[in-house]
């Protein structure tokens, strides 16, 4: 039976994974993190264990439990697994939605509109970032939640997580990109999002599932050609704390 310290011992761990401060391939031993969190030994190996089946740590025998690293072909693969459940839902999305649930989405929609505007019309990049990364977690949440599949959610969260955490913080290539460029890709990220409401406003899952599948496949690519750049890969980024929960 899983006991409270073991709670105690994972969020602890999570958390720090999740925020960058165990980095991956960091090994995470038992008896400094019991120290560290004033918990015995076995609910943080019981910990260790819950988070290597979330996939943010691997546990090897006679080496003990590191903070998950991943192969470029990994990444890859969990980017295409995320595509197919994410596009899929938006298109049960356009079966399923409510009216609470179109607004849900449109509110979100709407909030991005205007932080985008504001930072296109800003001199300063650094501006509005995370309300902008907390809408766009918003909008893709409200899609989840009006398809109405709770196993297909919670398993599109967990990929998400492991995404994020593994993730570069700013990928090779990206600090070359211009302001007008950046500003270019944010309007057509916006662009996608607004197509993707209008599939699920009209009730047409088969657009729904398109116009999800490709702002996904749009983002990926994207990601994957600024890696390819670097040739030594480091999969790893500070989140915000609703980044914690999902981020696209």
Do not use: W
């Not at 470029?72 to 839902?89: G, M, N, P, V, W």
């Not at 709407?110 to 909008?139: G, H």
């Not at 949440?141 to 969260?157: F, S």
């Amino acid at each position: 039976m899983k006991s409270v310290n073991t709670d105690v011992a994972y969020e602890h761990i999570r958390k720090k994974i999740l925020n960058g401060e165990y980095l991956p391939g960091q090994a995470l031993m038992t008896e400094v993190l019991a120290g560290e969190i004033g918990v015995s030994r076995t609910p943080v190996r019981d910990a260790l264990r819950k988070l290597e089946t979330d996939g943010l740590v691997s546990i090897q025998p006679h080496l003990g439990a590191s903070v998950k690293k991943i192969q470029l072909k990994e990444f890859r693969e969990l980017c295409d697994l995320r595509l197919a459940l994410e596009s899929h839902a938006a298109g049960l999305a356009a079966r399923n939605r409510s009216e609470a649930d179109l607004h849900e989405i449109r509110f979100a929609l709407e909030a991005m509109r205007r932080l985008t505007e504001k930072i296109i019309q800003s001199n300063e990049d650094q501006l509005y970032p995370e309300e902008l990364a907390r809408e766009d977690a918003r909008f893709h949440i409200a899609i989840m939640t009006a398809a109405d599949n709770e196993l297909m959610k919670k398993e599109i969260l967990r990929l998400h997580v492991i995404h994020r955490v593994l993730a570069l913080p700013t990928l090779p290539g990206q600090a070359s990109v211009s302001k007008t460029e950046m500003n270019a890709r944010r309007l057509s990220v916006l662009e996608k999002h607004d197509d993707i409401y209008q599939a699920i406003l009209q009730s047409d899952p088969i657009a729904a599932k398109r116009e999800m599948e490709f702002h996904l496949q749009e983002l990926i690519d994207h990601n994957m050609l600024l890696i390819s750049r670097s040739e030594n890969v480091s999969l790893a980024r500070e989140l915000t704390a609703e980044e914690l929960v999902y981020s696209s």
